[in-house]
């Protein structure tokens, strides 16, 4: 159950860069990251940045740095990376730069990825986070754990109007001590 849009309030949209983390793909075939800029343009959200970079880890938590620090960024969004194997160091980047995990995203995640693939979700590694007082969600490179990703979690907790709440009128505050 998703919650509810009260659509008495205004939407507010959020400034989102999306980071594909892979050895192989380029923008003429990053599928995953392709669907994640449609649907974050189509929720009415602005892409403020996009890149592709490959599996190492000082790579990432540079670039997860870099966008943190950046005023114009409220949300880091990447894909994949986030599996079993030796090369798969995107979620150990992002804990490298969190300030504080949201273990429910990574917990709702496999929970709704359960009732799709089964048994397989335990594979994933999906985490989010803040850092800087940006959001920060890693998402396996599935074009089905993309769409699921956001569909199912990301598109209700980055709109104003959810309710009873939503990541988006906490930001104000993520940066008070």
């Not at 009415?44 to 870099?66: A, C, N, T, Y």
């Not at 090369?87 to 709702?108: N, P, S």
Request: glycine share 8%.
């Amino acid at each position: 159950m998703p919650g509810k849009i009260d659509s008495s309030l205004p939407f507010k949209p959020v400034n989102i860069a999306i980071l594909t983390v892979s050895d192989t793909r380029s923008f003429d075939n990053d599928t995953s990251g392709d669907i994640l800029v449609g649907r974050v343009q189509a929720a009415g959200h602005s892409l403020v940045d996009r890149k592709i970079l490959r599996d190492e880890f000082d790579l990432l938590v540079m670039q997860f740095r870099h966008w943190c620090q950046d005023p114009e960024i409220d949300v880091i969004i990447s894909t994949g990376g986030t599996g079993v194997t030796g090369r798969d160091v995107t979620t150990e980047a992002h804990l490298a730069v969190y300030d504080k995990e949201i273990t429910g995203f990574g917990e709702l995640f496999r929970w709704l990825s359960y009732a799709k693939i089964g048994t397989s979700t335990i594979q994933s590694r999906a985490v989010a986070g803040v850092a800087s007082g940006t959001y920060m969600f890693a998402l396996p490179g599935s074009n089905g754990a993309c769409k699921d990703a956001w569909d199912d979690i990301l598109v209700y907790q980055l709109d104003f109007r959810h309710r009873p709440c939503n990541f988006v009128e906490l930001m104000p505050r993520l940066l008070e001590k």
